[in-house]
Nanobody, 123 residues
Framework: VQLQASGGGLVQAGGSLRLSCAAS????????MGWFRQAPGNLREFVAA???????YYADSVKGRFTISRDNAKNTVYLQMNVLKPEDTAVYYC??????????????????WGQGTQVTVSS
């Protein structure tokens, strides 16, 4: 299984970015997909998840600003990030687990991880 994340970059506060994560050799439509992020000196934290049925979940810190979606035909999950804040600066990782997870906010629940993409928000 490979997860290839892309779309990170440098943006000013209030701006937008869209992250993509393309999966290969994974039964994508049956998998739960998640986004996590890790800032320097911090633990990896949950950002958003989407179940194979399409239900979505968000961390309180990004609710109303970020949107997770999936395109099963393209084996790709997206994270649309709007109204970005400097505190959103982190390396963003996509994650996957076949079928469901017991707690989508816990990184250990996911079996597969992408390489990470840097998001930097300047003030």
């Amino acid at each position: 299984v490979q997860l290839q994340a892309s779309g990170g970059g440098l943006v000013q506060a209030g701006g937008s970015l869209r992250l993509s994560c393309a999966a290969s050799r994974l039964p994508f439509s049956s998998s739960t997909m998640g986004w996590f992020r890790q800032a320097p000196g911090n633990l990896r934290e949950f950002v958003a998840a989407i179940w194979n049925g399409g239900n979505t979940y968000y961390a309180d810190s990004v609710k109303g600003r970020f949107t997770i979606s999936r395109d099963n035909a393209k084996n790709t999950v997206y994270l649309q990030m709007n109204v970005l804040k400097p505190e959103d600066t982190a390396v963003y990782y996509c994650a996957a687990n076949l079928f469901t997870v017991r707690d989508f906010t816990i990184s250990n629940e996911y079996s597969y991880w992408g390489q990470g993409t840097q998001v930097t928000v300047s003030s």
